[in-house]
């Protein structure tokens, strides 16, 4: 459980001028900014190689007004990103805070890229709900597994010292909320303790704890957690033994579209290029076009927590883009048929519904109309033969409510004061997606990670560097 205990009369056996909780791209990134900055950084991981969520999703990280952008001719900017994220979320979020981040996030690749070689480029092909552009940046395989090993690689040649296989437990924290170091735990049952002049908390959200998620979401409890399981909502606990501000908890990503039984993430250009959802009776059951978060309890909702996704060889060379993709079809689970009966055969969907679903979502691509569900289908080709079909099912991907932060990514109070030393980014912080799953702008996670990293990491530096020109910091006992 983690804990947070008084400072007084402690001693560390170590120091570090920085340290970061959690390898992910939060941490990562943080640990990256701090180098650059001069000052020295360790990086406290509990897995054996830092992985995380980040390695678990498609690695796309939304950002507008870009030079990728320009380089591929979209027109966009940050203010345009912001009001699509307010408006997503229903004006939930802090408007400051969404400016922060949008203005935050284009430079920070920018930067990720000229610095540390990481060759991002523009998902061109299709858009994803709720964005008004163009603006997924993404590495070559178009996966998470390759940001993460990218950035892990830049981290290690950069001289970011990081420690596997090491749990923080504890906070230390002086009366004024300081934080003068950490406690850790590794699988023999050792443990150390770490002085720090800063902290950040990059250890994500809590959509690994079963029972914060009962609490929070308890129309997610049961479902399948598709995020790292080291994901126990640390950040939020030792926040609130802290007295930190914290909102937005019910919200977080869920996704509609995870292969059955295979778990592999399937995406969502599957629907946006005209794809529909069936359930076992193949019959449609919901607007796909509202997004993959908010589709994640309508999956779950339908006969057995089963949905079939239809779609077409056309949407299929799409998609073929994402490595994830391609490792679904490996594994057989993307079923290829030449005509609807064959489809239904394959699929073990009853021939006449599926027919009907087909032609009810055919309708409004021919008459620029909506359907039952309000979906629009403008611009979308109908879907044609050869067609494909995938089992999936719905998951909790990660919260996105967390600990309320300024525009520096400090913790801050619930009377709105910083904790002197203590940063959060990526899931430990607070979202831009408010309280509800359909707040949730596709890339938002990824989003605040690495833009809430690169300020964190900024403004922790900045606080070693203080502390070493005042003589203040602790040297290990």
Known sequence: MPRVEPAEGISFEAHAPVLVIGAGAAGLVAALRVRALGAEVLVLERDAVP????????????????????????????????ADIIAK??????????????????????W???????????VENFTYPGHSARRMHGLPTRSGAELIDRLRQAAEAAGVAIITEATATTLFAAADGCIAGVGITRPDGSTDRIGCDALVLACNGYGGNKALVAQHIPGLADALYFGHAGNQGEALLWGEALGAAARD????QGHGSVAHPHGILITWATITEGGIQVDTQGRRFHNEARGYSEAAAEVIAAP???????F???????????????????????????????????????????????????????HAGRDRFGRDFAGLPPLAPPYAAVKVTGALFHTQGGLVVDGQARVLRWDGTAFPNLLAAGGAACGLSGARAEGYLSGNGLLTAVAYGFLAGAVAAELAAERASAGESPRPA
């Not at 057995?304 to 239809?310: D, K, V």
């Open 51 to 82: 992985r995380g969520s980040t390695a678990l999703s498609a690695g796309l990280i939304p950002a507008g007004g870009t030079r990728f952008q320009r380089a591929a001719g979209i027109e966009d900017s940050p203010a345009l990103f912001a």
């Open 89 to 110: 979320a229903h004006g939930e979020p802090a408007p400051a805070a969404v400016a922060r981040v949008a203005e935050t996030i284009g430079p920070a690749l920018e």
């Open 112 to 122: 990720l890229a000229d610095t540390h070689g990481l060759p991002f480029s523009v």
């Open 249 to 252: 908890l019910p919200g977080h």
């Open 304 to 310: 057995g927590g089963i949905a079939w996704t239809i």
């Open 312 to 366: 077409d060889a056309r949407i299929a060379g799409i998609a073929r883009q994402f490595e994830d993709f391609r490792a679904a079809e490996a594994a057989g689970a993307i079923l290829a048929a030449d005509t609807v009966e064959d489809l239904a055969a394959r699929t073990r969907l009853p021939v006449a519904a599926l027919t009907a679903s087909l032609a009810e979502a055919d309708a409004p691509r021919a």
